[in-house]
Protein backbone atom coordinates (compact mmCIF):
# COMPACT_ATOMS: atom_id res chain seq x y z
CA UNK A 1 0.00 0.00 0.00
CA UNK A 2 2.56 2.31 -0.50
CA UNK A 3 3.22 5.52 -2.76
CA UNK A 4 4.89 8.49 -2.82
CA UNK A 5 4.34 11.87 -4.02
CA UNK A 6 5.84 12.43 -7.32
CA UNK A 7 6.57 15.71 -6.94
CA UNK A 8 8.36 15.86 -3.53
CA UNK A 9 8.55 12.13 -2.21
CA UNK A 10 6.49 12.23 0.88
CA UNK A 11 5.64 9.06 1.71
CA UNK A 12 2.32 7.23 2.35
CA UNK A 13 0.18 4.05 2.59
CA UNK A 14 -3.23 3.49 1.61
CA UNK A 15 -4.52 2.15 5.50
CA UNK A 16 -1.37 3.35 7.77
CA UNK A 17 -1.06 6.67 6.52
CA UNK A 18 -3.48 8.65 3.75
CA UNK A 19 -2.78 12.43 2.89
CA UNK A 20 -5.77 14.78 5.02
CA UNK A 21 -7.22 15.12 1.73
CA UNK A 22 -7.08 12.38 -0.81
CA UNK A 23 -5.17 12.44 -3.67
CA UNK A 24 -3.16 15.60 -2.38
CA UNK A 25 -0.18 15.93 -0.64
CA UNK A 26 0.10 17.08 2.64
CA UNK A 27 2.97 18.29 1.84
CA UNK A 28 3.46 20.29 -1.57
CA UNK A 29 0.11 20.06 -2.87
CA UNK A 30 0.73 18.02 -5.42
CA UNK A 31 -1.58 15.22 -6.91
CA UNK A 32 0.24 12.63 -8.59
CA UNK A 33 1.59 9.84 -6.70
CA UNK A 34 3.98 6.61 -7.51
CA UNK A 35 4.46 3.61 -6.50
CA UNK A 36 7.78 1.07 -6.80
CA UNK A 37 7.39 -1.34 -9.43
CA UNK A 38 9.10 -3.84 -6.60
CA UNK A 39 6.13 -3.18 -4.08
CA UNK A 40 4.75 -6.65 -4.71
CA UNK A 41 3.91 -9.82 -2.74
CA UNK A 42 6.33 -11.90 -4.16
CA UNK A 43 9.40 -9.05 -3.20
CA UNK A 44 7.75 -8.94 -0.03
CA UNK A 45 8.01 -12.96 0.24
CA UNK A 46 11.79 -12.60 -0.69
CA UNK A 47 12.84 -9.87 1.67
CA UNK A 48 11.08 -11.75 4.47
CA UNK A 49 12.79 -15.00 3.37
CA UNK A 50 16.19 -13.12 3.64
CA UNK A 51 14.90 -11.56 6.52
CA UNK A 52 14.46 -14.56 8.67
CA UNK A 53 17.46 -16.35 7.06
CA UNK A 54 20.03 -13.60 7.37
CA UNK A 55 18.88 -11.04 9.95
CA UNK A 56 16.50 -12.69 12.52
CA UNK A 57 19.81 -15.10 14.09
CA UNK A 58 21.85 -11.78 14.87
CA UNK A 59 19.00 -10.85 17.42
CA UNK A 60 19.44 -14.04 19.65
CA UNK A 61 23.25 -13.69 19.11
CA UNK A 62 23.86 -10.29 20.37
CA UNK A 63 20.85 -11.20 22.88
CA UNK A 64 23.14 -13.93 24.26
CA UNK A 65 26.52 -11.09 24.44
CA UNK A 66 24.18 -9.03 26.81
CA UNK A 67 24.58 -6.07 24.12
CA UNK A 68 21.34 -6.24 22.69
CA UNK A 69 18.89 -2.81 22.67
CA UNK A 70 15.37 -3.08 21.65
CA UNK A 71 12.71 0.03 20.51
CA UNK A 72 9.55 0.35 19.90
CA UNK A 73 9.99 1.52 16.29
CA UNK A 74 6.28 1.70 15.37
CA UNK A 75 6.31 5.35 17.24
CA UNK A 76 6.90 8.76 15.50
CA UNK A 77 9.85 9.10 13.91
CA UNK A 78 11.25 11.73 16.48
CA UNK A 79 11.30 9.38 19.61
CA UNK A 80 12.72 6.71 17.19
CA UNK A 81 15.87 8.98 16.65
CA UNK A 82 15.99 9.45 20.57
CA UNK A 83 16.01 5.92 21.29
CA UNK A 84 18.74 5.23 19.10
CA UNK A 85 20.94 8.40 20.18
CA UNK A 86 20.47 7.33 23.35
CA UNK A 87 21.87 3.84 23.01
CA UNK A 88 24.47 5.50 20.39
CA UNK A 89 25.35 7.73 23.40
CA UNK A 90 25.18 5.02 25.50
CA UNK A 91 27.80 2.96 23.18
CA UNK A 92 30.44 5.95 22.76
CA UNK A 93 30.66 6.62 26.57
Known amino acids: GRHTCAACGEGYHDEFKRPAKAGVCDKCGGTEFKRRADDNAETV ?3 LSAYHAQTAPLIAYYDSKGVLERINAMGPIADIRT ?6 AGIAA
Open 45 to 47: RGR
Open 83 to 88: ALGQIV
